[in-house]
């Protein structure tokens, strides 16, 4: 089964509004993944994070791999109607012994009002 | 700029059929993922290909599923005697050989076990 605990499962915000999401394990993790999936398509990768209290931006995104490498978090600032979709955290954690199997939040839903 | 792509993108078959997914990678990639994604969920990783050799299979290929990418380039995935539990969407996804687990993902082959 899945290792990773995210929340919120579902977030309805208005558009112009900042959104935190957050993942985490009980389980070490050397790599956090960020990927937007829309409904009918495949995930598309955000950011990607490799090292500890790292924090990494792309455009309006921000993540941040947790100092315990236990979690992380993913910030959008300014939300718009086109950040509408599902937030999956994923990483291969360091006790499957595979550094290639990717291990998958069950999501975050995003909803952005007018 | 071409992504993964994967083909069909739907497939309805009746139980017992056998059915083929085709996918195409990204293509200085050289290796290649197949992931099971059921509603609500996070993907599920299935099997990893180096090349042409399938370094890696997970307890959810069962002895129906086959997968294969005989040049190092496409990889298809098999399903023989279908049952309804198969419906799911089948997600390919690439990764160039380095430490990086930056995975890339096409969008899906939806199938529908009647």
């Known amino acids: 089964g899945q290792q990773l605990n995210q929340s919120p499962q579902s977030m309805f915000i208005q558009e112009g509004e900042d959104v935190s999401m957050n993942c985490t394990s009980s389980?070490?993790?050397?790599?956090w993944l960020w990927y937007k999936q829309d409904p009918g398509e495949g995930p598309v990768l955000l950011i990607a994070?490799?090292?500890?209290?790292e924090l990494t931006s792309n455009g309006r995104l921000t993540a941040q791999f947790g100092i315990t490498r236990k979690d992380s978090f993913l910030n959008i600032s300014a939300s718009i109607p086109s950040d509408v979709g599902i937030y999956f955290c994923?990483?291969?954690?360091?006790?499957?012994?595979?550094?290639?199997?990717?291990?998958f939040g069950s999501g975050t839903q995003l909803t952005v009002l007018p | 700029d071409t992504g993964v792509s994967q083909d069909p993108r739907h497939k309805i078959t009746k139980r017992g059929q056998n059915v083929t997914f085709r996918c195409d990678p990204i293509?200085?990639?050289?290796?290649l993922y197949w992931y099971r994604q059921t509603l609500g969920q996070g993907p599920e990783f299935l099997t990893y290909?180096?090349?042409?050799?399938?370094?890696?299979k997970s307890r959810l290929l069962s002895d129906r599923f086959s997968a294969e990418r005989p040049k190092g380039s496409f990889s298809t995935l098999e399903i023989q005697r279908t049952e309804q539990g198969d419906s799911a969407m089948y997600l390919c996804?690439?990764?160039?050989?380095?430490?990086?687990?930056?995975?890339?993902f096409g969008p899906g082959t939806r199938l529908t076990v009647l």
């Open positions: 994070l490799y090292k500890a209290g």
């Open positions: 996804a690439s990764s160039v050989g380095l430490e990086y687990n930056e995975q890339f």
């Open positions: 389980s070490i993790f050397n790599t």
């Open positions: 994923a990483g291969p954690p360091s006790f499957s012994g595979s550094a290639r199997q990717l291990t």
């Open positions: 290909f180096q090349n042409e050799a399938q370094l890696e």
């Open positions: 293509s200085e990639h050289n290796r």
